[in-house]
Structures are given as C-alpha cells and as structure tokens.
C-alpha cells in the first residue's frame, strides 16, 4: 500500500513536471523527479527490497511514458537507483536540507550517467552537444528540487505509517 | 537471513530485467504500444492536459501582473520603435503631398491652353485681419510679370501683385483693392468685381451690374468679360446674393468665388492669354492635290 501511494505521488509529480518544466529558466534542465522517487523508495526500503524495486520500475516507467523516453530506460535507471539507496541507506542519515540537496544532487547525476550509458548503447547520443554541461545542470536542478520531493514523499510515508515510530521518524527525516 | 537478502537482490534483479527487456523492444518497435501503455496515456492526457491549463493561466497572471522586471526596458525599446515609424510616417505622408501636389499640377498645366507656368504656393501672409489675402509662389523672376493672371483648376485666383526675386505675390480677387471686369454668364450683365476683403469669408461683390432683360439669380456663374488683362470666359464665382433695388439702372450682388482660396497649393500663372479659337475649326476643307498637277 505504501509503495502503491508512493508510486501514485510519483506520478503526479511527473505529470506537474511535464507541465512545468517549460517554465523553468534553465532550459533544459529539468529535475529528475523519477530519480528522486526511486532513490527514495531504496532509501527507505526497510529489510525488504523488491518491492522498491518493483515500486522505482513502475515510476520509470510511467516517467518513459510521460515524458517521451523511450520505454523502459528511466525504468532501468529508477531500479538501479532504488538498488543504490537500498545498499547506502545503512551507511545514511538523510536529515537536515543541505544533505538532501547534496543526495538529491548525487542521485541527478547517477541518473545522467546512467542515463547516457543507455543511450550510448542504444545510440542514441547525439553527435554534438554539451553532454556533461547538460547532466551537470540537471544535476543541480534535480538537488534544487530534492527537498521538495523528499518531503513529499516523507508526508505520504507518515500517513501510511504503521507505528508512531514509524511516523515520527518519516516526518523527521530519518532512514530505517 | 543470508538466503532472504539473496533472495532480495535477486528478485530486484529479475524486476530489472523487464524494463531491459522492454527498452531492447521498444528500440526494435518504438510505435507499439501495449494495452498498458494505452491506458496510462489515455488517463494522463487529460490530467496533463488540466494541469496545463493551470499552469499556464497562472504563469500568465504572473508574468503579466508580477514579472514585470522586463517590461520597463521594453516599453522604452517600443516607444523607441514607435517614435521612428512616427517620423517615417510623417515623411511617408510629407511625400504622399508632395506627389499629390505635383499631379495637380501637371494635370492643371495639361488643361490650360494657353501659355503657362505652373507655380507651388510656398506661403501666405496669415494677417489675422485681412486673412489670406497674398500668397507667395515660388517662381517669378524673368518669367512673372505685375499684372498676369492666375488660376487653378477651379477658375481664376487673381493676379500678379509684386515680383520679387524668385518669388511673386498674388493679389487675390477676394483683396478690396482687387478689380475685375466680369459678365454674368446666363444673362450677358456686365459689372466690376471688387473683393468684401471680410474676415470670415472670400466673398466679393459687383457693385454697379447692368440691369438686361433677365433678372441675375443666386447660383448663376460670373465669368471674365476680357476686358482689362484677363483673358474672357475664366469661371470667377457664383452669385450668393442679389440686392435687387426696385428703381435704378443697376444691382449690387455678391459673388462667392469658385476656387477655394483656402486651400491653394498649385496655381497656374497665365503668361500670355490663350490662342483665339479657330473661325475654321469644324469647316470641312478641300483636299490638297497629291502631285501638284491640275487634272485633264
């Protein structure tokens, strides 16, 4: 239920960042919202990682279908980040808006490089172009945006919470 | 606990798998959607669609009633613009006159048959008390004379008062001190036309008008007899009054000239009256013989 709610904030998240991107002043830089959601869902994946996995590919996916990937690439990308979050979540504690930015920033460009890796083996990488510019800006953009989406995932967690641990530690902000 | 969390990854691993799978097809058949896919798209584009219109009505609002860091530079940008096209219009219609002017004036030079010069007026005296009773033509000198006549296309304007240099002034017929012999076209009366010199019109009058068989009547045409340095037959004005006395030998009637002396800008000066018209015109003549020789 909890990464059903996820995957549906997830959604509407995409939808908001589809319209709302072309008013954005940095171009095409837009935050990886995908990225962020499927980070989060290994970040707090408890014991139990498949079904943040399942969670992070249907969000990809959904992201390939709205946003005009071709299917299944973000779906990659989010189940390798929801992996990545799941293996540092021990080793993390996400409090406090600076680090969030800093994760959300590392996670923008985790996602652009793996970005790039499939699309290099689809050929799909343009001929020109400021590549590492563009990943680097959407990288920013995407830590921008972090805390943003980061608290909207943990309000959705607080009212799924089974326990009033459970609660307090969504809102606080703290991995279990 | 070991045996689970490989179970975990594993299970994560397999999740992995489907979407590889479904880019290596989507990049064979990028077009095919399945029943999902359809869905998905079917129920977000309305809510992108909504979405939309939110997003742009209220980026609207704020760009058009918040954001406005721009528009000062740009309503000076524009105000530049405009002034320009102002100043390009002005010279555009400055040029538009110009031909006008020099059309009227070729075409009044075509209908005159006599000798001729065509002449833009350049100024006119603005006595607030006599009005515009001179005006300055820009050409005089060697070809203008006192005295020669001077007409637009509606009829006679006056004459040639003084010539200085390259411009001339001209004595309107409207000007007290300005005389003209005229007739009374339907009714042959003949008299002189003097100018009111008013201050609110151009009306003249013909003070001493023979009494014919004919009673004169408003609306009647006065043109020049030929008498004095007018050539005859020049459209002068039209009567506007008549003061018809029960006794006498003549009637005063007043005389609204037919050229509108406000709006003068190309006038014909008449150097030499025009060709009497030929007693021959119209006569049907013999032909010449082709080869001077008187036949048998």
Redesign the interface.
Known sequence: MRIAAQVLLAYVLILLCGCLWHYLPLDRAVPDVVALSAIYLGLTARQRLAPATLGAVIIGYLGDLLLGTPRGMQAMVAGVLSILGHVIHRRLLLRGRVVTMLLAAFTGLVAGVLGTLVRLYAGHLPDGGDLIGTMLRAALVTGLAGPIVFRSCRAMDARFARTHREREAAREGLTL | MLKRRLL??G??GI??A??????????KE?ANLNGF?EA??RL?SP??AA??WV?EGL?GLWSRYVWLVDVEEENEELRGVNRALRDELAETKRRAADTALLEDLVELRRQTPADAIGARVVAADTNPHYRITRIRLDRGEGEVEVGMPVINHHGLIGRIGKVYGEYADVLLLSDPSSSIDVFVQRTGSHGALRGLGRDDSYACEIEMLERGGDEVKVGDVVVTSGLGEFPPGLAVGRITEVKTKDYGLFQEVEVEPVADLSDLRVVIVLLAPPPRPDPDAGKRQPSARAFGMTPY
């Open positions: 975990d990854y299970l994560a999740l992995l489907i979407p590889a799978a479904l880019f290596q097809a989507n990049l990028p896919d998905v798209l977000s809510l992108q979405a939309s997003t980026g």
